[in-house]
């Protein structure tokens, strides 16, 4: 089993910032990968960003290459999300994933499918 708590949530105005951390717990040797998603309502859940334990190989989306940078804490067993320049198109509920998946077919690390621990989701709102 492993267990995900988001937190760092909150409001912001429009060029701000924001720090988003996902402590990891339970049976954390098996976790290959950590990532983030986002949902705004009425659209669909979306990649944004995601890091590999084992050698800190990170990916992001193109709408936030630039602005975001994800990061780890092997010690603390907690992934970081650091989101500058926010605009208002980024407001959404920013979910924390993990995957203990192996094999080829679980490697796409854009895919929701690729995860299989999810945790509550933390709010984010940009004001403009």
């Known amino acids: 089993q492993v267990q995900l708590v988001e937190s760092g949530g909150g409001l912001v105005q429009a060029g701000g910032s924001l720090r988003l951390s996902c402590g990891v717990s339970?049976?954390?040797?098996?976790?290959?990968?950590t990532a983030w998603f986002r949902q705004a309502p009425g659209k669909e859940r979306e990649f944004v960003s995601t890091?590999?334990?084992?050698?800190?190989?990170?990916y992001y989306a193109d709408f936030v290459k630039g602005r975001f940078t994800i990061s780890r804490d092997n010690a603390k067993n907690t992934v970081y999300l650091q989101m500058n320049s926010l605009k208002p198109e980024d407001t959404a509920v920013y979910s924390c994933?993990?995957?203990?998946?192996?094999?080829?077919?679980?490697?796409?690390?854009?895919?929701?499918?690729?995860?299989?621990?999810w945790g509550q989701g933390t709010q984010v709102t940009v004001s403009s």
């Open positions: 339970g049976r954390t040797f098996s976790v290959y990968r």
């Open positions: 994933t993990s995957s203990t998946y192996s094999g080829y077919r679980y490697s796409d690390y854009r895919a929701a499918l690729s995860y299989n621990y």
């Open positions: 890091i590999d334990w084992s050698d800190g190989r990170s």
